[in-house]
């Protein structure tokens, strides 16, 4: 058993890494994501985030993309940023609406 399984705080540590991973890797484009909370539980969400992050290999591409830093141009990685948020926000938008249906 790791020390971190042993820890009594281990639940509350995972939670605090998750959310400070969401929240660095969709940024202020989160809240869009968390508006939809309205019709879909918070937990649902996070969920639904890291099956997409997982789905599409956020980690990958996005340790791709900042290995461009002084390669590229800034606007082009950043652009690159973008357009892997948005995929990820339209899967998680797609994986609760059909949770929901079914």
Known sequence: MTQMEAHRLRREITATQL???IVNRMGATL???FMMKRVHSQKML????IVASNVFDMNYFWTNIEALDNQVVADVQSQMMVLLVRLI????RGFCATVVQD
């Open 89 to 92: 926000r339209r899967a998680c």
């Open 19 to 21: 959310a400070n991973a």
């Open 31 to 33: 809240s869009n994501v």
């Open 46 to 49: 996070r969920v639904a985030i």
